[in-house]
């Protein structure tokens, strides 16, 4: 039985003030659960002190990004296993925007989701298509090339326990949302590619949908059958927005 995952990427917001409050409100206003998993990817300069709030809470941590590489000369980057180092236990990689605005190509997201998991951190590996793809009837044919250069390069075991977001670009930031329906078309096309290697593990992989998760959308899209979970956005800035998210999944779960 897989668990929800309800995870907040809060992009390039915050300071130490506004994330403390933010984080004490997720930890206040949610329980420890068997059924939904709560995290938050906060920008790098607060990873540690939001960890250290977080503590042994049920609130996880992760980053919204990762180095491919162990250590070294790379002025800028940060190395997997200094993320678990300052407590994170996940990373989001190939996010559209990394995609889009720093030119992340299908093999440098395959070598971060490896180097991620090699450190033990739990990869969320992000695709998803364009407006113009969609339109263009290529939804499928974008994402089953995102993830194949991942699963090609790391092995479809590798899957075993990591997190698949599917993110139309169209949905990110816009108020657009997929339909359920949208949505549940695409990650059934997911499961299924990844259930063509190894059925075992493609029916543990959570799959999570981002792109304007809400909470009024949030049942809706939790009720499906392959969608995991969410990765959000702007919802996850307020806490009282994040939790209305985490309540639906609760919901949801136990119904
Ligand atoms: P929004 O929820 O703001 O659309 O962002 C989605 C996203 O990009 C999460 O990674």
């Not at 959000?232 to 009282?240: D, E, F, Q, R, V």
């Amino acid at each position: 039985m897989r668990k929800f995952l309800v995870a907040g990427n809060w992009k390039m917001n915050g300071d130490t003030a506004r994330n403390r409050e933010l984080v004490a409100g997720i930890i206040a206003g949610s329980k420890p659960s068997e059924t939904v998993e709560v995290l938050v990817c906060p920008p790098f300069p607060y990873l540690a002190a939001v960890a250290e709030q977080a503590g042994d809470s049920h609130v996880m941590v992760g980053s919204q990004n990762v180095s491919e590489h162990e250590s070294g000369a790379y002025t800028g980057e940060t190395a997997p296993a200094m993320l678990r180092d300052v407590g994170c236990t996940y990373a989001i990689v190939g996010h559209s925007e990394r995609r889009t605005l720093y030119g992340e190509t299908d093999d440098q997201v395959a070598a971060k989701y490896r180097a991620a998991l090699d450190a033990g951190l739990t990869p969320i590996l992000c695709i998803g298509e364009t407006l113009e793809e969609r339109e263009a009837m290529q939804t499928e044919s974008v994402c089953s090339r995102q993830l194949s250069a991942v699963v090609a390069a790391t092995g479809i075991e590798a899957f075993a326990s990591a997190v698949i977001a599917y993110e139309p670009v169209w949905a990110i930031g816009t108020g657009l949302t997929a339909t359920p329906e949208q949505a549940q078309d695409v990650h059934l096309h997911i499961r299924s590619m990844l259930s063509a290697e190894n059925a075992e593990v493609a029916a543990g992989v959570q799959i999570l949908y981002g792109g304007s998760m809400k909470g009024e959308n949030a049942p809706g899209l939790l009720t499906m059958p392959d969608i995991d979970g969410g990765l959000i956005g702007g919802a996850s800035l307020k806490s009282a927005d994040f939790l209305a998210i985490v309540e639906a999944a609760v919901e949801v779960a136990g119904s």
